[in-house]
């Protein structure tokens, strides 16, 4: 069975550090491009970028290059998002998700984690 | 970035009905675009790629069609279960990804 594992709910301060983390199995981790998602509470969902774990390939919407960290350890099978300066507009759920097709990412993400809740509060 | 414009953004129907969602993007993205379905507090759900084909296990009162720069999402019968969130996503682009800002499905 396909899953994906977000790790647990995070409770920061505006300026520290974070890396939240995506757990894959039952699937050939490397084959397949994982993306990552943010819903601002109440809000739509906005694409923040995607990685191939097989060569580390990244590539990052234009709205949060330079803003996040996208990597992937595949002896682990785990793909991150970090951050090195949170604020408190980062506060959102993040979701981390599968292509539905391996080598490609023209087909949608058919496998969602569960999400990751991010509070950035002084 | 290619934008999408779903419209309505929020829709209110009933049980038995069928609905239709648009999709516009603001430049051509063949048939690169996917739906999703979201139900509070849950993650998005894959409903339908390459503009048309359905993913497995989703019922086939789901449907999608279009090409290009417009595409549209239609339940043929509503369904209790059906009453959430619905977005489209282009991938014709990636990194530049995106989605729709969503359209709100509630029960009249």
């Known amino acids: 069975e396909v899953q994906l594992v977000q790790s647990g709910a995070e409770v920061k301060k505006p300026g520290e550090s974070l890396k939240i983390s995506c757990k894959g199995s039952?699937?050939?981790?490397?084959?397949?491009?994982i993306g990552w998602v943010r819903q601002m509470p109440g809000k739509g969902l906005e694409w923040m970028g995607i990685i191939y774990p097989g060569d580390s390939d990244t590539r990052y919407s234009p709205s949060f290059q330079g803003q996040v960290t996208i990597s992937a350890d595949k002896s682990i099978s785990t793909a991150y998002l970090q951050w090195s300066s949170l604020k408190a507009s980062d506060t959102a759920m993040y979701y981390c998700a599968r292509a539905r097709e391996p080598g490609i990412a023209v087909a949608g993400f058919d496998y969602w984690g569960q999400g990751t809740l991010v509070t950035v509060s002084s | 970035d290619i934008q999408l414009t779903q419209s309505p953004s929020f829709l209110s129907a009933s049980v038995g009905d069928r609905v239709t969602i648009t999709c516009r993007a603001s430049?051509?993205?063949?048939?690169?675009l996917a739906w999703y379905q979201q139900k509070p507090g849950k993650a998005p759900k894959l409903l339908i790629y390459?503009?048309?084909t359905l993913q497995s296990g989703v019922p086939s009162r789901f449907s999608g069609s279009g090409s290009g720069t417009e595409f549209t999402l239609t339940i043929s019968s509503l369904q209790p279960e059906d009453f959430a969130t619905y977005y489209c996503?282009?991938?014709?682009?990636?990194?530049?990804?995106?989605f729709g800002q969503g359209t709100r499905l509630e029960i009249k």
């Open positions: 039952g699937y050939s981790f490397t084959s397949y491009w």
């Open positions: 430049q051509g993205i063949s048939s690169y």
């Open positions: 996503q282009q991938l014709n682009s990636y990194p530049g990804i995106t």
């Open positions: 390459a503009a048309s």
